[in-house]
Structure formats: structure tokens, C-alpha cells
């Protein structure tokens, strides 16, 4: 059974920083793409960073050189680093793992929130 539980959400101000971690398990996570993605209320899911298995980051453009993704193979983890927080970041993030070789899979974690806000 694959799971994936997302950790450290949370109430911060803005500017401030948090470190969500995803643990992966049911799968062989060193060959996963993992993503993070956020959905903030009535608004679509999106994008938010991505990390390849050999370890290539992608970025959306409002949080490119304030996050960070990261993975630790070891530790079947993906981390994403956020510093200077702003209101707009507030939503559920989520973790996603993707086996990009066939036969393709696609994982979601349970979401967590985060909110930022004076």
C-alpha cells in the first residue's frame, strides 16, 4: 500500500519560514519524480516545485528564490524549504510521486495546511 505523509504545516507570519516533509513509503521513491503542489480555497491546484529522480528542480514562478525542494533518497523524503512567507502562499499543500517510466503511477498525499498570516 503506497502512502505519502506530508508534515509541517502550520499558522506562521508573514516573512516568516516553514519545512514541509513528505515520506513516501509502498514505493521504490528513488525513481519517482515528487512534487508539491497547493490549492488555495476556489482556486485549481497548482504546481508549486518538482524534483526528478536524478534530482533536476522545477519551480513556479511566484515562489522561485524563496522555495526549495529537495530529496533524501535514504530517507524516502522530499523536503520543500519555504522562506519569506507571504499571504498569498496560503493553501493545502500537497505531495505528489510520479513513476515516470511505464507503466506510469501517480500518488497523492493527505494535504497540509499552511497559512500565513499576520
Known amino acids: 500500500q503506497v502512502q505519502l505523509v506530508e508534515s509541517g504545516g502550520g499558522l506562521v507570519q508573514p516573512g516568516g519560514s516553514l519545512r514541509l516533509s513528505c515520506t513516501a513509503s509502498?514505493?521504490?521513491?528513488?525513481?519517482?519524480?515528487m512534487g508539491w503542489y497547493r490549492q488555495a480555497p476556489g482556486k485549481q491546484r497548482e504546481l508549486v516545485a518538482d524534483i526528478l529522480s536524478g534530482g533536476r528542480t522545477s519551480y513556479a514562478d511566484s515562489v522561485k528564490g524563496r522555495f526549495t525542494i529537495s530529496r533524501d533518497n535514504a530517507k524516502n523524503t522530499v523536503y520543500l524549504q519555504m522562506n519569506s512567507l507571504e499571504p498569498e502562499d496560503t493553501a493545502v499543500y500537497y505531495c505528489?510521486?510520479?513513476?515516470?517510466?511505464?507503466?506510469?503511477?501517480?500518488?497523492w498525499g493527505q494535504g497540509t495546511q499552511v497559512s500565513v498570516s499576520s
Open positions: 505528489n510521486a510520479r513513476k515516470l517510466i511505464a507503466p506510469t503511477r501517480t500518488y
Open positions: 509502498g514505493i521504490i521513491f528513488s525513481i519517482y519524480a
